[in-house]
Structure formats: structure tokens, C-alpha cells
């Protein structure tokens, strides 16, 4: 299979899932490269998701950082939910995710440099991008990236801070 047959494909796959479902989730990073070829290795920087669909519903998509896919679709799929039941998911408001830990949302102010497949799905330039929030989370002692003592602060670049 050539790379114009995968990437129709996908197209393809993500416009049946956001309709039956109401968003796409794209996994970045990590162990796994799905596209014909992918023989490089694993990405720097930790792995990522994001939604895209939210833009369609008038919301923000969504990003999380630092976490493997079954984790990243339980928390992005929990909010999306409540987004599509009319919740809005607001920068700097906590927010407990059932089963699992705290997020608070926070303004990403370079979406264009990150979430490259929703801006291709919307058909925007980098430089009118779909907006985004990221999702940024508490480590096992209930602190987040900006207080002191936190664990992991590589696993969750903040916001401005990454690129794709």
C-alpha cells in the first residue's frame, strides 16, 4: 500500500468515527506507528491525544499528554460525552474523571503546531487552527505540573510549550 492509499484510508476512518461517534481520537507518539513504511523510531518527547470532532459540536477539541491510549480514550471519551450532552469542559475548572484522576483544562495558545490532522480535518491553516485545550492531570500525591514535588513534569509539557 502506498502513503496516498493509508492517508485516504484514514481520512476515510476518521470521518465514519466522528460520525457515528462524534469525534476522532488521534494517539501520537509513543511505541506504536501505524502508516506504511514506519520503521523509525519511537517519537521524542512523550506521547499525546487529541480529539477532533469537539470543533464540530462548538467546543475546543481536547489534548492529553503522557499517557498510553487506553488511558488517553478513557479520559478524552468521558469529556467528550459530557460535551456532547451539552457540559463545556472550561480552562481552569478541575475536573475529577471518574476512575481515574484530576484534570484542569488549560488554553493551548499554539494548537496549529500540535494538533495537525483536526486542522487538516477542518481544512485550517496552522495560523487559523481549530482551538484547543489540554487536559493537564495530577500525579499520585494530587499535585499538578506547577506545584512543587510534582513527579513526572516531562510527561506534560505546558501548554505553549510543545510542538508536534
Not at 22 to 27: A, K, L, S, T, V
Not at 42 to 65: K, Q, R
Not at 120 to 148: A, K, M
Request: proline residues 12%; contains cysteine.
Amino acid at each position: 500500500m502506498d502513503l496516498q492509499a493509508w492517508a485516504d484510508q484514514e481520512d476515510a476512518r476518521i470521518i465514519e468515527t466522528i460520525r457515528r461517534v462524534g469525534w476522532f481520537i488521534n494517539y501520537i507518539g509513543g511505541e506504536c506507528c501505524s502508516r506504511p513504511g514506519c520503521d523509525s523510531p519511537p517519537d521524542e518527547g512523550p506521547p499525546f491525544a487529541y480529539t477532533i470532532g469537539l470543533f464540530g459540536l462548538g467546543h475546543p477539541e481536547m489534548l492529553i499528554f503522557g499517557v498510553d491510549t487506553t488511558t488517553a480514550a478513557g479520559v478524552l471519551n468521558a469529556l467528550g460525552e459530557h460535551v456532547r450532552h451539552g457540559g463545556t469542559v472550561m480552562p481552569g475548572v478541575v475536573i475529577p474523571v471518574p476512575g481515574w484522576r484530576r484534570v484542569v483544562p488549560e488554553q493551548v495558545p499554539n494548537p496549529g503546531e500540535i494538533v495537525l490532522w483536526a486542522n487538516d480535518f477542518y481544512q485550517r491553516p496552522p495560523e487559523h487552527s481549530v482551538p484547543v485545550i489540554q487536559l493537564t492531570y495530577d500525579d499520585d500525591q494530587g499535585r499538578f505540573p506547577w506545584d512543587e514535588g510534582y513527579t513526572t513534569p516531562e510527561l506534560q509539557p505546558r501548554p505553549g510549550t510543545f510542538t508536534a
